[in-house]
């Protein structure tokens, strides 16, 4: 099992438009929704800038996005 390391909000947004997530609207506060059209999943990512995300957050992102631990490094 690979481990996760530390990901700020600009890392993983990278990450999720690779994997064809698009910005789909601002939530409350500094929270953005993503979307990803061919699969239908949306997830939400607290954008705070320079501020690294913590592990169980960035857990819920990944889960929710539809995609693995080890898919989510390698993008």
Not at 13 to 31: E, M, P, T
């Amino acid at each position: 099992m690979t481990k996760l390391l530390s990901y700020t909000a600009r890392d993983v947004i990278k990450r999720l438009r690779k994997a064809g997530f698009v910005f789909d609207r601002q939530a409350k506060g500094s929270h953005e929704i993503w979307y990803n059209p061919t699969t239908k999943r949306r997830t939400t990512i607290p954008n705070y800038p320079e501020v690294d995300i913590p592990k169980g957050t960035l857990k819920a992102i990944i889960k929710e996005a539809g995609i693995g631990v080890e898919e989510f490094i390698n993008l």
